[in-house]
């Protein structure tokens, strides 16, 4: 008997199924996470640069400022300070402030960071700077240069009253002085008296010499 004839399909016979790789999504996952780790590290790492720049601009002297010099740009130059507390950074004159009408009242050495004690408008720099020992509990405990206060003395003999001496008179300077009068402490304070206002000053001192000044601050 003949062999009966191969019949061909013309089909090729089926492949092995693909095995797909089920490690695929675990991979994304992962670089995924990465990603977001990258980001988070970038933000971070800009906020901490950002918090880290807690400088203040202050100007500070480019030359020899004798005093009386007119403050201009030319004669400053921009620094940047970290300082403890603002009330620190409060003692020199910051880099966006205006100068116009500014001078100073002591000479600022080349380099020196520019006190606000000492530049002063033109009306101030012409004032009077008279220093007054002052009792604690006599004055505001936080008075600060810039305040102004009422000057006034309080006499000694009980049946005297209280005199008024000045009134707005801008501070200049407070200093703490410990071991004054027999172990108390005192305040030195200056002040800066106009011209109008020297008329009265040997009065004002006679009526201090024979009491206690005190000084009564107006609203900041």
């Known amino acids: ?22 490690r695929a999504r675990w991979k994304d996952g992962r670089l995924l ?30 030359r020899d400022l004798p005093a009386g010099t007119k403050l201009t740009s030319r004669d400053l130059t921009t620094v940047r300070v970290r300082f403890t507390s ?42 009077t700077e008279l220093p007054l020992s ?14 102004h206060v009422d000057i006034w003395v309080v006499p000694k003999a009980a049946d005297q009253p209280a005199k008024q001496l000045w009134a707005e008179v801008r501070v200049i300077q407070v200093d703490t002085a410990k071991g004054v009068a027999g172990g108390s402490s005192r ?3 200056l002040v800066g ?14 009526m201090m010499s024979t009491g206690e000044p005190v000084l009564i ?3 900041r």
């Open 134 to 147: 002052i009792a604690t509990g006599r004055l505001p405990a936080d008075t600060a240069a810039g305040d």
């Open 33 to 62: 996470l990465g990603v977001l780790l990258v980001a988070i590290t970038a933000l971070g790492g800009a906020k901490l640069l950002s918090a880290a720049d807690d400088t203040t601009a202050i100007w500070a002297a480019e």
């Open 193 to 206: 008296l106009e011209p109008r206002e020297l008329t009265r000053l040997p009065a004002a001192l006679a």
């Open 86 to 127: 603002d009330a620190a950074a409060g003692q020199y004159v910051a880099a966006d402030a205006d100068l116009k009408g500014l001078v100073v009242t002591r000479a600022v050495s080349k380099g020196e960071f520019v006190p606000r004690q000492a530049a002063v408008t033109q009306a101030d720099s012409v004032r």
């Open 187 to 189: 305040r030195q304070v």
């Open 217 to 219: 601050r107006r609203g």
């Open 1 to 22: 008997m003949a062999d009966s004839p191969v019949v061909r399909s013309g089909f090729a016979a089926p492949s092995t199924p693909t095995l797909r790789n089920r």
